[in-house]
């Protein structure tokens, strides 16, 4: 079964510092999402991106973070200078059509990022 | 804006049925899911009711929808020790593009 794969699985990174996470999506899903969860919170929206562009996107989402899909395969996200509050669980999900129909979402596994 | 919740913690025995409750606020949501997480996995998803269905059954899972209470319900009849896990309600309205509002999650446990 078609995989959405995210890496690594676990980032510690100094305050400050950037951090890329890294997801390969399926490979014929044309929509693509950053989804992330603080520990004891909800599963909350990032961004969603779409034919190389943003599509839309949380008021979490500020100018620290960016999306890139730099070749036909990966999908990442950037923070350019971590905080502390960003430590959470990160996840990609794909999805081949809006979404609307109920098995449109395949998420990754996750990227646990901590900030110290 | 919406907001879905869910008890926290669930506790059963093995061949007992699970009853996981959420409730939301966004009256035009147009699905709403049940995901599962098991430790160190990402979000499977478990099975999905469309806003004009009641119920929807599938295997041992039963999903019931009280549209004018907001309230969805995930049954699973002769629960395993393999159900343990955390159970996320979610939603999508038409607004945006598919978004998905989860709640908190509700922890199953499942004891022999």
């Known amino acids: 079964e078609p995989e959405v794969t995210q890496t690594p699985s676990h980032q510690v990174t100094q305050m400050g510092q950037e951090v890329i996470l890294r997801c390969v999506p399926i490979?014929?899903?044309?929509?693509f999402y950053w989804y992330r969860q603080i520990l004891g919170q909800k599963v909350e929206f990032l961004v969603s991106?779409?034919?190389?562009?943003?599509?839309?996107k949380s008021e979490i989402f500020d100018d620290q973070f960016s999306v890139e899909r730099p070749d036909g395969s990966n999908f990442t996200l950037k923070i350019r200078s971590t905080k502390l509050e960003d430590s959470a669980m990160y996840f990609c999900?794909?999805?081949?059509?809006?979404?609307?129909?109920?098995?449109?979402?395949?998420f990754g596994s996750g990227t646990r990022l901590t900030v110290v | 804006g919406e907001d879905v919740e869910q008890s926290l913690f669930l506790s059963v025995r093995e061949g007992d049925s699970s009853v996981i409750n959420c409730t939301y606020t966004?009256?035009?949501?147009?699905?709403l899911y049940w995901y599962k997480q098991e430790p160190g996995a990402g979000l499977q998803l478990l099975t999905y009711?469309?806003?004009?269905?009641d119920m929807k059954q599938d295997q041992r899972l039963t999903v019931l929808l009280n549209k004018k209470d907001k309230h969805l319900s995930l049954r699973i009849a002769d629960t395993q020790t393999g159900d343990s896990a955390i159970y996320f309600c979610?939603?999508?309205?038409?607004?945006?593009?598919?978004?998905?509002?989860f709640g908190k999650g509700t922890m199953l446990l499942v004891s022999p």
């Open positions: 999900a794909s999805s081949g059509n809006l979404g609307q129909e109920g098995n449109g979402y395949t």
């Open positions: 966004d009256s035009s949501s147009t699905y």
């Open positions: 979610a939603e999508t309205s038409n607004s945006g593009y598919s978004t998905l509002t």
């Open positions: 490979s014929n899903h044309l929509y």
């Open positions: 991106f779409y034919n190389n562009e943003i599509s839309e």
């Open positions: 009711i469309f806003s004009n269905m």
